[in-house]
């Protein structure tokens, strides 16, 4: 395996320099530290119940899914291994496993039926709080959206934000699945491209 | 990793769109693709990043049930030896029917993330001693080669192994729509995609190395491309 290769862009958490990265507090989580786990929680829950908001719809589901996330971050934080990828990544795609694995049991995808006039394509930007993010990284990530085909652009969004899984996607988009399948990789690899991760690294 | 289609696996596999028995056969071929591994990391940080265009502070309430919650759970052991684990002194208070309820939960909550590092790691050791193995074999042999535009690259291959390691060194920053892609080479000049590689990369390759003339290594559309666009930037004859 490869070192990770240091990112020249700044991980999800606006880490200033001299402040503690989430990396960090992620590791003194790991040792039971549970003013450090405050703090990564203040850092990263934003994030995640915006993401399990939005893939859920349901306010009180979401609340209780992101509180599942936090404890797992807790409970699993031993387990967390700088080398695959930064703190950040690797508690949003926890958030984002089990909003998804939530979204697909039965109850959640009857609501979901319900709430299908009301879902859309579209990426909701105006949910962006100015308060939790820095308003460069939003508009980096926008830009490199812009970017992408549309059927890139939509194959991830439907499954990313709302938790379709890629034959249904296929089928929401009328297309084959071996391109959704292709639209979502290529799609993925020109957003790496554009905002120049490697790995989700910074710790 | 030759098959393109499970292959183009690891986008639907970072979105979590990949329905639950594809995500488990993806799993276990991931335990044997560098490639997708490395690829899945890295599209992975990618994906994260779609989530600060949905970005909402939940519920101030929500944080003093998590951290009341978290006095009752118990942290998993590190599994590396060596790491702390002076985790298992909890003070203990009061429960509310909340807390336990959430306890509850973040112990029945067997992540599935914790899950893939554990076996990322479990992976990473294996690769280290499938490394470690071809490199012990007494045929081993090891040829280097410089890559155009800068850079190394190095193979040792094993015929009694029928296996090599590829170590791609400081290789060049490509332009965003281009990437590596590596190619075994068989006797009648016919070459086999490897697997892609955005950057430096070190790697097993099993199977169909001791009937290959040689590695090589082109630069290729974002993708890859079915047949290799030369002139390839390292040729390495192995034979």
Redesign the interface.
Known sequence: MPAPTPLPWPGGSSTQPGEVSDGDLLVRTARGDTAAFSTLYDRVTPWVFGLVRRILRNPAQSEEVTQEVMLDVWRTATRYDAARGSAHSWILTIAHRRAVDRVRSEQAAADRTDLVGARSTEIDFDQVSDTVTTRLEVEQVRRCLDTLTELQRESIALAYYEGYTYPEVAQRLDAKLPTVKARMRDGLIRLRDCLGTTKGATA | MTEP?VH?????Y??????EDERARFEQHLTEC?FC??EV???????????????????PA??A???S???H???????VPG??D??S??RFSRRSVLTLA??A???A?S????ID??R??QE?IQ?NERMAAVLAEPDARTVHGAVKGGGQATVVTSADADAAVVVLRDLPRLP??R?WQLWMIDPNRTAHSVGLA?????TVVEGSVTGSVAFGLTVEP??GSPEPTLPAAALLPTA
Not at chain 2, 73 to 79: A, E, S
């Open positions: 289609d183009t696996l690891t986008g639907p970072v979105l979590d769109a990949l329905p560098g591994t490395n990391a890295e599209l992975r940080g990618a994906a994260v990043k779609l989530a600060t265009q949905v970005a909402t502070p939940p519920p929500l944080k049930d998590v951290m919650a978290i006095e759970i118990r942290q998993l052991p590190p599994l790491a702390t002076e985790v002194r909890r959430a306890a939960l973040g112990v909550a992540g599935g993330i914790a590092q554990y990322d790691k990473v690769a965003a729509n990437t955005s950057g430096d990369l070190t974002t993708g």
